[in-house]
């Protein structure tokens, strides 16, 4: 630990409560030593007790590179836990609407998710996930699940332009012309009716006596 550390008493988490409000307080008692993932790191486990310890010294060997590592970790264990703020059910709630682009609800969702803090990626996740109806995206997000905001972004690019260039192309293409119908034949080539030309006989009473 850096020289002059003085580790601080923990309100501990034991698998009760909100994770993402932890790791909030976590932080708000470290950052005086915001820029050392080392602290941040061997302080952590002070933090936790319970089940939540006895999870965190059964991680695998080499699964922590740093205090991100860690912030994953735990957010994907517990972040089915987190009690959602009014910023996360507005964003739990989003949903595309019909004909909607999907650029204009990807604008409309990152308002929102800026609000949220990177401890709770995984609602971001999840809410972005069930804003959409099933599709070529919906799918793509179900067989490869972006793993970072950054990933879905990326994602997000390609499908914006796949879409808008598809719009862009149905727009110039060609309309195929509607095959006539019969009413279509009629109005074009109107049936002409001619006059019966055969003489009628006018009979003229004789003048009785």
């Given at each position: 630990?850096?020289?002059?550390f003085?580790m ?9 409560g ?25 302080a ?31 957010m994907d ?7 959602a703020?009014?910023?996360e059910?507005?964003?739990?709630e ?5 004909r ?9 969702f990152e308002e ?15 809410s ?8 070529p995206?919906k799918?793509?997000?179900v ?21 808008e ?35 009628v ?7 009785k006596?």
């Open positions: 630990m850096p020289r002059g003085r601080s008493k923990f309100k501990t988490f034991c698998e009760q909100d994770p993402g409000n932890h790791l909030k307080s976590f932080n708000s008692q470290l950052s005086f030593w915001a820029s050392d993932d080392e602290v941040y790191e061997r952590f486990p002070s933090s936790l007790s319970g089940q939540a310890l006895k999870w965190f010294h059964k991680l695998p060997p080499n699964s922590i590179d740093c205090w991100q590592d860690i912030v994953d970790l735990f264990k517990y972040g089915a836990c987190i009690v703020d009014e910023d059910k507005t964003l739990m989003l949903q595309r609407r019909p909607e682009t999907l650029r204009s609800f990807a604008t409309k929102v998710a800026t609000n949220i803090p990177i401890a709770n990626k995984k609602v971001t996740m999840i972005f996930f069930h804003g959409f109806r099933y599709g995206l799918e793509k997000l067989l490869e699940p972006p793993n970072t905001r950054n990933e879905l972004s990326k994602l997000l690019i390609q499908y914006i332009m796949l879409e260039v598809k719009l862009l192309s149905d727009e110039y293409s060609p309309k195929a012309e509607k095959p006539k119908g019969r009413d279509d034949c009629r109005r074009n080539h109107p049936v002409k009716f001619e006059r019966d030309s055969r003489s006989e006018v009979v003229t009473p004789k003048n006596p």
